[in-house]
């Protein structure tokens, strides 16, 4: 373990990943709760619901009708945040000028899609077994493959069997225009703005960089500079490897840790132990060991409090277009950011101070990756049929 | 109104005090809303709840017995984030090597307060009248001034009348080291994790310089260099008044504004119209000015959908200790996060997007200042004696 005085005192740490600090507060835990209470989660859902737009043969607001398939089906989004086409617009303001100061907007375009991860509705990812997350695996990297801009160098390794569709549902196409970022992610439960039940995932590519991947990314290359060609998060693995105190799980290419760094209550982060830019890059093998991994997590945290755990997880990898320095310094990775504390019902808020000073956090990241290593094994419920 | 194109197509906003931005999505309020739904919160409460550790003469956890205070009470939280003493701590780590690298912690001190607003249980800042509010500013003041570094430019203006206890249950004391940063702010509604309906604010202060005050006072040293000496947010509130877009409420010293960047749907920010500092530097009238402000946005939220709104509320200024030129920079300004979007039971969620990539948000902050133009007046509720 760490330096058991971090186990009392408080104290920040620092995010090498996205240059900024944390507040751990571990002495904080003893603090009554009589705030709001998170409902359980898991009532018994049908393995069909009618009712829900995800399900085989459903009918969606657009007016389409789902078709009937087995595993992953992907769609663009009903109601996407961003478009392929909108009218132009450019800031009538001059840069110098007072109003160019201050309202600087610029347009986004871009592409939603809605992933599903299984033709039943009723279960989660964590009851799913690694080869049944595979094919969830196998339709992101298509869909990146598919999105990848013709001058990176990424798309060299657009492998005949990567490209889309190697699922007969999932309905790319071919974008409008190249797109710079794509970010996959889940949100799972009510307790993070899921409305849907129905195991699902989305993708939202867009022109722009987002904030956070724009944050690593400079970091990675910073790193990248300064230790003559070193891979920070490919160091860091080796790290945690050898200090054996944060690790959830392993396997021959991915960690399950809980980082150093984490702000979430059992915040989790899946990182390979060599340099994998992109989805792309995994060999078959490589695929399998990821869907082990997310398997391994998404059980875990299950077992935790014996409930359906709240999460949103997301997919930080090499942009679709950047310069070789950016698609060489990126590393895939997967974080997982889950808002339960102490049970099935009582949360971690960030709230007033979190927002208004810094992310704060109450147990140590040491503390929560033991009590995610003592719940591996058989996940605590039945499968529902 | 700014471009109306902007009210259609999806687009990013910068945020120059953070240097940040935001992702603006306004076609998406169409969507319908099948997820979680918050509890429209207004239980009728007691005047005194006999239970409750706020409540004047009721017994805390600590032992301690709250005294019959009439408006505000300060005492030191006994469940405090950090501390003003505890062990020593210095990394094990050379700063070149790999743990060195990657396992970066330091210590932080400080103090925690609690704050009440009142002796009643079962009102909030909405019900208030800008007189009673007038009460916690001075509070607030107070407690700022306790802690302001004698090495401060505004040590000098500390008057006599601003010296606590002006207010005879204000358990200040005198700080065992020069803390760098208090953040005054306030949880209110469960939503945004409060677990205590009595009326309440807290405050954090840190041998640190959290995060965001940071970021913010880097935008706000830059822009002051890079203007020949002119104030971002003097500026800003400035184009807010004249383009008259974005602007809720005005008093002859504050703004109230959506600002161009609000990241929460009815986002707002209390802003000086001339270079103030920190609290120290409001006059007695600008004190009033500013109880004012509190009292609109207050009422105009709980008006705005018939509820008790939930927010974070926040004030960033000069810090406490800091070099001239931080003091000189820092504006006085309030934030508010309010999560509600539609309705009393529904919110917005910052999750797997936000949380990954960058915040969005659906409808437009001109059209928020819009619906919050039209709350004005009494409030909707009867106070309840
Ligand atoms: O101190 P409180 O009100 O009990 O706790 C609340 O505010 C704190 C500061 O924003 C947060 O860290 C807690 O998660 C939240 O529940
Ligand atoms: O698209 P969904 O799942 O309906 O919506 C959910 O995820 C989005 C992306 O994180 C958020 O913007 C929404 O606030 C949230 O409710």
């Not at 800031?91 to 599903?116: H, I, M, N």
């Amino acid at each position: 373990m760490p330096d058991k005085i971090l186990d009392d005192i408080s104290h920040r740490r620092f995010n090498p990943l996205r240059g900024s600090w944390i507040l751990v507060s571990p002495h904080r835990t003893k603090r009554p709760w009589q705030g709001q209470q998170e409902s359980p989660g898991l009532i018994e859902l049908p393995v069909y619901d009618p009712s829900c737009y995800l399900c085989p043969g459903n009918k969606r607001a657009s007016g389409d009708t789902n078709p009937n398939y087995k595993d992953t089906f992907v769609f663009v989004n009903d109601f996407s945040a961003v478009k392929e086409s909108q009218e132009e617009y450019t800031s009538p303001d001059p840069p110098g000028s007072l109003p160019g100061r201050f309202l600087k907007a610029e347009p986004v375009q871009g592409k939603c899609y809605v992933l599903t991860f299984s033709a039943a509705h009723n279960i989660t990812l964590a009851d799913m077994s690694p080869a049944e997350i595979l094919a969830i695996v196998r339709t992101w990297t298509d869909i990146y493959t598919a999105h990848i801009s013709p001058e990176s160098p990424l798309a060299a390794l657009a492998r005949p069997t990567h490209l889309p569709p190697s699922n007969p549902h999932t309905e790319v196409g071919t974008p409008k225009e190249q797109y710079r970022w794509m970010q996959i992610f889940e949100n799972k439960g009510a307790a993070m703005g899921c409305s849907n039940p129905h195991p699902h995932g989305q993708i939202w590519t867009t022109t722009s960089l987002p904030e956070e991947p724009a944050l690593e990314l400079e970091q990675l290359r910073k790193y990248h500079r300064e230790q003559g060609g070193g891979h920070m998060l490919v160091d860091y693995a080796r790290l945690e490897r050898e200090k054996n105190e944060r690790v959830v799980f392993q396997n021959e290419t991915f960690l399950v840790i809980c980082p150093w760094w984490a702000t979430w209550p059992f915040e989790t982060m899946i990182l390979p132990v060599k340099h994998i830019r992109s989805l792309i890059d995994l060999t078959e093998t490589e695929q399998r060991h990821l869907a082990e991994a997310i398997a391994e997590v998404t059980r875990r945290y299950d077992n935790l409090f014996e409930t359906s755990f709240p999460y949103s997880m997301g997919i930080h990898q090499a942009p679709l277009a950047g310069s070789d320095e950016e698609i060489e310094c990126s590393s895939l990775h997967l974080h997982f950011y889950p808002p339960l504390l102490r049970s099935a019902t009582v949360r971690k808020f960030l709230v007033g101070y979190e927002m208004m000073a810094e992310p704060q956090r109450d147990i140590t990241p040491e503390q929560a990756t033991l009590k995610l290593q003592n719940c591996g094994g058989e996940l605590y419920r039945k499968r529902i049929q």
